[in-house]
C-alpha cells in the first residue's frame, strides 16, 4: 500500500470519527447511532443511484468502468454489524456526551 493511500484511509477515518463525535456533542445523539448513520448512509445513495453504474448509465457511458459492489457490500455489511449491536446490548445507545 502506498503512503498517499494510507494518508487517505487515515484522513477518512479521522473525518469519520469528528462526524460522530459532534453528531453527539451539538446533537445529543449516541455514538453508536452516529456510527450507524455513516455506514447506512451510502448505502443507501448506492442503492438509489444503482441503474447509474450499468452500461449506458451516468457513471458508465462506455460501459468500461466497474461498479462499487465490493464496496457496497462491505459497508452494509458493516451496517448491519452496527444495527445488530444496537438490537444485541441496548446499553451502548446510551453511550455519549
Known amino acids: 500500500m502506498r503512503l498517499r493511500d494510507m494518508?487517505?484511509?487515515?484522513?477518512?477515518?479521522?473525518?469519520?470519527?469528528?462526524?460522530?463525535?459532534?453528531?453527539?456533542?451539538?446533537?445529543?445523539?449516541?455514538?453508536?447511532?452516529?456510527?450507524?448513520?455513516?455506514?447506512?448512509?451510502?448505502?443507501l445513495g448506492m442503492i438509489i443511484t444503482a441503474d447509474d453504474y450499468a452500461k449506458g448509465g451516468w457513471e458508465n457511458l462506455d460501459g468500461t468502468a466497474k461498479p462499487p459492489w465490493p464496496l457496497f457490500f462491505l459497508l452494509f455489511t458493516l451496517a448491519i454489524a452496527v444495527?445488530?449491536?444496537?438490537?444485541?446490548?441496548?446499553?451502548?445507545?446510551?453511550?455519549?456526551?
Open 83 to 97: 444495527a445488530a449491536m444496537i438490537v444485541l446490548f441496548p446499553q451502548v445507545r446510551t453511550y455519549s456526551f
Open 7 to 43: 494518508k487517505r484511509i487515515g484522513v477518512t477515518a479521522l473525518c469519520l470519527a469528528l462526524f460522530i463525535v459532534a453528531l453527539s456533542a451539538l446533537f445529543h445523539v449516541p455514538f453508536v447511532f452516529g456510527l450507524l448513520i455513516a455506514f447506512a448512509w451510502p448505502v
